[in-house]
């Protein structure tokens, strides 16, 4: 299923902005928008969700193979700009001309500039890397797993805390950052286990005063002159944001579909240039059959219903399988397939919590599985069948 999720994944297609402005505009553009796809480097595996243009609208950029691959827009031509360091979570600069990322396995923070200068570390956050947006006034505001978000400053020095978890209100990470226009407001994401709660939200660096823009997990950028861009299940949605009230206004219009994206929304999936160049992941992961192979690679005959299966672990006897279940309804599940009564399933819970990394007990009597079932943080639990 990586090979099939990574081909789905594989391809990027641009469209210029204006399509969304025939919409919000009472005189439509002369310019039809412009349309292309950028397709995988021959001999890498693109990692689903990454597209990102830079603010003047000139480079995509991506992370193929844990590397920053850049692709001038007017070029066909894609360079490698890192070293073998496994990147993460790639942003860009407010003048185009350097991107900040993390690295896989440690908390560092890092630049670079694209002329492919030797890159510089800027600083140690207080836990993994999830993604940054860079301000036109030099202040990187960044996320971390399982934590809020952090203002760190380009001359060094420690992260300062802008946003913090409210763990009763089972908040468990806040993600996703973009600044708006003035620098000092931002919009992010709220993940919480209560669906009251999370949200896009907005806020500022000099306040701790919050607003909710979104009733649902999504990610949120800013699209100039007037935009907010989001997603909504796999649709990417455009409506009008009013930079002064803060608020958003009239009746979103769809600009695209089939829209890849993570369950958990950890990575992008969409960016959007200052200038109207807009990027976009097509295509989700399929729903499948479980199969059985041989040792020959040829398909013995299919398990169960088709659904989006990730994270399949067969169970010791061999006569059962768990696998997580991926959904736009509801957090992704757990369900035990019965292989003896012809792959028939059961949930496993009926809670509304996200559930996956499941594993056997030696003797197939017990699942241990993650959750976010009671706390604001992952927590392994288990249960007796």
């Known amino acids: 299923y990586q090979t099939l999720w990574a081909a789905v994944a594989a391809a990027f297609f641009l469209i210029s902005l204006g399509l969304a402005a025939v919409y919000f505009s009472s005189s439509p553009p002369v310019a039809e928008p412009i349309r292309f796809t950028v397709n995988q480097p021959a001999g890498t595996s693109i990692r689903p969700l990454s597209p990102s243009v830079s603010p003047d609208g000139r480079h995509i950029m991506f992370t193929s193979n844990w590397r920053i691959h850049l692709r ?75 934590g809020g978000l952090y203002q760190v400053s380009l001359s060094g020095g420690d992260p300062v805390a802008v ?16 600044f708006l226009p003035d620098g000092n407001h931002f919009v992010y994401t709220v993940a919480s286990t209560n669906n009251a709660i999370a949200g896009v939200y907005v806020s500022s ?99 169960g219903e088709a659904k989006r299966y990730r994270q399949v672990a067969l169970s010791p006897d061999e006569k059962q399988v768990v696998a997580q279940v991926m959904s736009n309804e509801e957090p992704s599940k757990l ?12 949930r496993l819970n009926f809670n509304s919590s ?26 392994i639990y288990k249960k007796a069948l």
């Open 72 to 146: 001038p827009i007017d070029s066909t031509e894609v360079r490698v700009l890192n070293g073998p360091e496994a990147v993460i979570h790639p942003f860009w600069s407010p003048d185009s001309r350097r991107i900040g990322y993390g690295t896989f396995g440690s908390r560092t923070l890092s630049l670079a500039d694209i002329d492919g200068s030797p890159p510089q570390t800027l600083c140690e956050l207080p836990g993994p890397f999830t993604g940054a947006s860079w301000s036109k006034e030099g202040v990187i505001l960044a996320g971390v797993a399982n």
């Open 335 to 346: 369900w035990v397939l019965d292989l003896e009564r012809g792959g028939v399933a059961t």
């Open 205 to 303: 660096l000099d306040s701790k005063e919050t607003r909710r823009l979104l009733h649902f997990h999504s990610e949120a950028k800013y699209a100039p002159p007037y935009c907010l861009l989001y997603l909504r299940n796999d649709t990417l949605m455009a409506q009008r944001f009013d930079l002064d009230n803060l608020e958003l206004s009239e009746e979103p219009v769809s600009i695209a579909q089939g829209i890849s994206q993570t369950q958990s929304l950890t990575t992008t999936s969409f960016s959007v240039s200052l200038n109207g160049v807009l990027a976009y992941v097509s295509g989700e992961m399929p729903a499948a059959n479980l199969s059985w192979i041989n040792r020959r690679g040829a398909r013995l005959g299919s398990v």
């Open 354 to 379: 996200r559930e996956g990394d499941a594993v056997w007990s030696p003797d197939g009597r017990v699942i241990a599985f993650s959750s976010f079932h009671r706390d604001s943080t992952a927590n």
């Open 163 to 178: 946003t913090g978890l409210d763990k009763s209100r089972g908040e468990y990470e806040h993600r996703l950052p973009h």
